[in-house]
């Protein structure tokens, strides 16, 4: 581990890049309601698993109708994007409050290693999508066998 000298003077850019660092994480933990942000408002946790075989994506999808997702490669790029749309408006009582968040998402994932596309297989069941890329053969890991002469 590598110590690094803290300077208490800064320059103003520095400082403001620090304020507005803080001011985005206290905001975003007392924030009651989702505010619009620029991209997506969802952005859907998922969980990647390397195997010497395969590249097995999990994503956490609640109330997304598995219709309404897609999922592509393009080289070695995944793309999940999809829809989770508003509920129908209450008809009896008062909505007092809204924080489930509905709209469009997309997440990409470079892989870095050549995978077959024609063989990326995905499914959905109980909210959670879960795919399956294929590694190319010249991407998988092989056992060489040594020769003793």
Do not use: C, N
Request: proline content about 7%; hydrophobic content about 35%; glycine content about 8%.
């Amino acid at each position: 581990m590598s110590l690094i000298r803290w300077t208490p003077r800064r320059t103003g850019t520095e400082v403001a890049v620090f304020q507005s660092e803080i001011d985005r994480l206290f905001g975003d933990l007392i924030r009651a309601t989702p505010v619009a942000q620029d991209g997506p408002a969802i952005t859907p946790p998922v969980d990647v698993v390397e195997t010497p075989e395969a590249y097995v994506f999990r994503a956490d999808l609640p109330g997304v109708d598995g219709k309404a997702v897609k999922v592509s490669v393009s080289g070695d790029t995944l793309t999940i994007r999809g829809e989770r749309k508003r509920e129908e408006k209450i008809t009896e009582g008062a909505l007092h409050r809204t924080e489930r968040v509905h709209g469009l998402f997309e997440r990409k994932f470079t892989l870095g290693t050549p995978v077959r596309s024609d063989q990326v297989r995905a499914t959905y069941r109980d909210g959670v999508l879960e795919i399956h890329v294929p590694k190319a053969d010249e991407a998988r890991p092989r056992d060489i066998e040594v020769q003793v002469g």
